[in-house]
Each structure stands twice: as structure tokens, then as C-alpha cells.
């Protein structure tokens, strides 16, 4: 999996109005510090064991030469090693950050740019990425300060504040937006089937919950669904739950393999999806199949976040007999499993 990294800047002037989320994070820039008018930061993945582009919204009261320092620290659990490239508009910063991963610390300088440095009461945005280190994290408070080149003095230090933020839900987590907010994606399946019995209907019935949200375009792959002799379909007909996954699946017979697409959204963090799907069972006589599962997140940062071979069984799943004179079709079948990547 991974996630890409985008650059920005705005040059509109700033103003800063404070508005409070839960814990210690606001949704303004801090104000404590006379220098820095708008001090904010978020990411763009929250999913634990992948690359996060991390976005730093900032504008100072006054002019801000090239050669000053801007300093974030308290980025404490990532996995990065090494310097870290920090993309910026027009070169305002410059592409190579002196990153500390022992202290989560990374200093910042200021380049040329088309000015010579940061114009008093402009936004700039600067964006890096990290590695999640933790497979679960709240996220981090971080500080940001700054050591502003003077002639006469050399440095003169801005002291450090709390960075803010702009709330926002990412994957059904309210938080996810919140600096090395890190998460393990964990799904539970069931499947039943209502029918044993060789060369019948076969309604398959299958429970899907996760701990994330699936955005439109997400894909659910359910493999090993083998032993019917149902055909290859593209558009297989099925029946969804306030029609998360639509009307229709992706169906190939060899390998049993089922894909559902995310119609407008799948809210997995609040309830559990259920998908009908009715196959044609095999006229051989069968103990029943494994299934896996794996899917497919949702697009983080221009690409889709795909979890793979993190497998539900469904053991004695299609399991089918052949009837004879003693036999009786009074069957129920149920299997779940749970699985978390």
C-alpha cells in the first residue's frame, strides 16, 4: 500500500478563528506565540502500516528571511529513518528536512523562494511524508517553533505552540485526520447457505462488518466460493443492505471468486452489511470450502489502499450432498470467522 504526495500554497492573507475539537486539538491555529498567525497540520492516511502525507499550514505576523528554521516536534512512533524531502510551492522551503525519528523531530529550513523567505500575514503549505510506526495510535500533539534569521543577532526564537488542525472523518474515523493517528483495518464475516442439496439453487447469505468506512469505488473480494457450476458473470445479480454494494457482482467460476464494489459507500464502523448472492451447486458431492477475503479501502492520496490475504474461513461453505432415498434437505449451514489485517 501506499499514499502520494501532493504540494500546495496560497498566497490569500490569513485570519484565524478558534473553534475547539475533542481533546487538546483546535480547529484554528494556536495564538500564544505573536509571531505565527495560523499553525496547522493533518494527514492523509490513518491506516497503520502505511505512508501518510502530512500537511503544515502556516503564516507569520511578520516577514520571515531564507536561512530561518521552522521546527515540529512531538511526531514520536513513526517508522521513517533518514532525511525527510518536504514538498513546497516555489521553493518557500527547502526539499530536505533534518528529520530525528528517536524524538519524532523535524526542522524545517526556509528557502529563497520568489521573495527571499515567507511574506508576513501569507499562507504557506508544506507536505512530507511519514511512515506509521504504531499499528494503533490516538495521534500526537505537536509543537511547532521557529528561529527566525536576524542581522544583528544572528537567531531570534519564536517560541513554541500547539498546532491545529481542520477536523476531518477519514475511512469512519473522526480522528484520522490527527497527526500519526494510526489504525489496524479488521473485518468479521459470516456466510450461510440455504440450500445442500447437488445441482440446486444455492442463496448464499453473507455478513460483512469492518472497523473502517469503504468509499465509493472500494472492492470486497471474497475467493474460494469453488465447486458450482455457475458461469463466469460480470454482472452477477445480488441482493445488499440499504444497497451497499448496488445491484450486481463480479462473478469467475474456476476460482470462486466473488467482487463487490462499493456503490455510494459502505459505513462499516456503524453496523454490518448483508449481501445475498444465489449460485448453482455442482452436481459433485463436496465437504465445503474455505473462503478469504481482502479488499480494497478506498483511494489515500490519489491510490487505492488495498488489504490483501487477510482471509475469513468459511469453513464447510457450498458444502454439498447428492440426495438418495434416506437423505433429507433439512439443512442449515452458517460459518464466520474473523480476520483483521
Same mark, same amino acid.
Not at 142 to 163: H, K, N, R, T, W
Given at each position: 500500500?501506499?499514499?502520494? *504526495?501532493?504540494?500546495?500554497?496560497?498566497?490569500?492573507?490569513?485570519?484565524?478563528?478558534?473553534?475547539?475539537?475533542?481533546?487538546?486539538?483546535?480547529?484554528?491555529?494556536?495564538?500564544?506565540?505573536?509571531?505565527?498567525?495560523?499553525?496547522?497540520?493533518?494527514?492523509?492516511?490513518?491506516?497503520?502500516?502505511?505512508?501518510?502525507?502530512?500537511?503544515?499550514?502556516?503564516?507569520?505576523? =511578520?516577514?520571515?528571511?531564507?536561512?530561518?528554521?521552522?521546527?515540529?516536534?512531538?511526531?514520536?512512533?513513526?517508522?521513517?529513518?533518514?532525511?525527510? +524531502?518536504?514538498?513546497?510551492?516555489? $521553493?518557500?522551503?527547502?526539499?530536505?528536512?533534518?528529520?530525528? $525519528?528517536?524524538?519524532?523531530?523535524?526542522?524545517?529550513?526556509?528557502?529563497?523562494?520568489?521573495?527571499?523567505?515567507?511574506?508576513?500575514?501569507?499562507?504557506?503549505?508544506?507536505?512530507?511524508?511519514?511512515?506509521?510506526?504504531?499499528?494503533?495510535?490516538?495521534?500526537? %500533539?505537536?509543537?511547532? &517553533?521557529?528561529?527566525?534569521?536576524?542581522?544583528?543577532?544572528?537567531? @531570534?526564537?519564536?517560541?513554541?505552540?500547539?498546532?491545529?488542525?481542520?477536523? &476531518? =472523518? #477519514?475511512?469512519?474515523?473522526? %480522528?484520522?485526520?490527527?497527526?500519526?493517528?494510526?489504525?489496524?483495518?479488521?473485518?468479521?464475516?459470516? #456466510?450461510?447457505? *440455504?440450500?445442500?442439496?447437488?445441482?440446486?439453487?444455492?442463496?448464499?447469505?453473507?455478513?460483512?462488518?469492518?472497523?473502517?468506512?469503504?468509499?465509493?469505488?472500494?472492492?470486497?473480494?471474497? =475467493?474460494?466460493?469453488?465447486? =458450482?457450476?455457475?458461469?463466469?458473470?460480470?454482472?452477477?445479480?445480488?441482493?445488499?443492505?440499504? /444497497?451497499?454494494? !448496488?445491484? *450486481?457482482?463480479?462473478?469467475?467460476?474456476?476460482?470462486?471468486?466473488?467482487?463487490?464494489?462499493?456503490?455510494?459507500?459502505?459505513? !462499516?464502523?456503524? !453496523?454490518?452489511?448483508?449481501?445475498?448472492? &444465489? @449460485? &448453482?451447486? /455442482?452436481?459433485?458431492? +463436496?465437504?465445503?470450502?474455505?473462503?478469504?477475503?481482502?479488499?480494497? @479501502? !478506498?483511494? #489515500? /492520496?490519489?491510490?487505492? @489502499? +488495498?488489504?490483501?490475504?487477510?482471509?475469513?474461513?468459511?469453513?464447510?461453505?457450498?458444502?454439498?450432498?447428492?440426495?438418495?432415498?434416506?437423505?433429507? *434437505?433439512?439443512?442449515?449451514?452458517?460459518?464466520?470467522?474473523?480476520?483483521?489485517?
Amino acid at each position: 500500500s501506499s499514499s502520494s *504526495s501532493s504540494s500546495s500554497s496560497s498566497s490569500s492573507s490569513s485570519s484565524s478563528s478558534s473553534s475547539s475539537s475533542s481533546s487538546s486539538w483546535s480547529s484554528s491555529s494556536s495564538s500564544s506565540s505573536p509571531g505565527m498567525e495560523v499553525t496547522k497540520i493533518g494527514q492523509s492516511s490513518p491506516v497503520a502500516g502505511t505512508v501518510t502525507v502530512m500537511s503544515v499550514t502556516l503564516a507569520f505576523s =511578520t516577514d520571515i528571511p531564507s536561512g530561518s528554521k521552522i521546527t515540529l516536534s512531538g511526531l514520536t512512533g513513526s517508522g521513517s529513518a533518514g532525511p525527510v +524531502r518536504v514538498d513546497s510551492f516555489s $521553493g518557500v522551503f527547502e526539499s530536505e528536512g533534518e528529520w530525528n $525519528g528517536d524524538v519524532g523531530e523535524l526542522v524545517v529550513s526556509v528557502g529563497a523562494g520568489a521573495s527571499g523567505g515567507l511574506e508576513g500575514g501569507v499562507v504557506y503549505v508544506l507536505t512530507f511524508e511519514l511512515a506509521h510506526g504504531e499499528p494503533e495510535s490516538p495521534g500526537k %500533539d505537536v509543537e511547532i &517553533q521557529a528561529s527566525v534569521v536576524d542581522p544583528a543577532f544572528g537567531f @531570534l526564537a519564536i517560541d513554541p505552540v500547539v498546532m491545529g488542525g481542520d477536523p &476531518q =472523518t #477519514i475511512l469512519g474515523h473522526e %480522528d484520522g485526520w490527527k497527526p500519526l493517528y494510526a489504525f489496524v483495518p479488521s473485518t468479521n464475516v459470516s #456466510i450461510g447457505q *440455504s440450500n445442500f442439496v447437488a445441482s440446486a439453487p444455492n442463496m448464499l447469505t453473507i455478513t460483512l462488518s469492518l472497523n473502517v468506512d469503504l468509499d465509493a469505488g472500494s472492492k470486497v473480494t471474497l =475467493t474460494g466460493l469453488t465447486g =458450482t457450476s455457475t458461469g463466469d458473470d460480470s454482472s452477477l445479480g445480488i441482493m445488499t443492505s440499504n /444497497g451497499a454494494f !448496488g445491484t *450486481s457482482g463480479e462473478w469467475t467460476k474456476s476460482s470462486g471468486t466473488l467482487v463487490l464494489t462499493a456503490a455510494g459507500g459502505v459505513v !462499516g464502523t456503524t !453496523g454490518k452489511t448483508t449481501i445475498k448472492v &444465489q @449460485l &448453482q451447486n /455442482g452436481a459433485v458431492a +463436496r465437504d465445503g470450502t474455505s473462503v478469504t477475503v481482502g479488499y480494497e @479501502l !478506498g483511494v #489515500i /492520496g490519489g491510490e487505492m @489502499l +488495498r488489504v490483501d490475504g487477510v482471509g475469513a474461513d468459511g469453513d464447510g461453505t457450498l458444502k454439498i450432498f447428492v440426495m438418495s432415498s434416506s437423505s433429507s *434437505s433439512s439443512h442449515s449451514s452458517s460459518s464466520s470467522s474473523s480476520s483483521s489485517s
